[in-house]
């Protein structure tokens, strides 16, 4: 069996040859859904004001986000 010099071993292998653990786009969709409860919950509000949207989006908007971008990686 010949080797072919070209074909890098895997000491030779650059550190950007290897795929990242997470990815640009996997926060992404926690996000989209902590958002859109949030938006969704501070509309059902009386007075839909804008710390009904910042409310809902710290809780439960950070579990959203952390178990959806959790499930997603």
């Known amino acids: 069996m010949k080797i072919n010099p070209r074909r890098p071993t895997p ?3 650059k550190v950007a040859d ?3 653990a997470v990815l640009w786009w996997m926060p992404l969709p926690g996000f989209v859904l ?3 409860w949030a938006t969704w919950q501070a509309i059902q ?3 839909s ?3 009904a949207f910042v409310e ?3 809780w439960p908007g950070l579990a959203i ?3 959806t971008t959790l499930a997603v990686w």
Do not use: C, K, N, Y
């Open 18 to 20: 290897r795929e990242p």
């Open 56 to 58: 809902a989006l710290a």
């Open 11 to 13: 000491a030779q292998r």
């Open 45 to 47: 509000d009386a007075d």
């Open 49 to 51: 004001s804008v710390m």
């Open 65 to 67: 986000f952390a178990v």
């Open 34 to 36: 902590a958002a859109g």
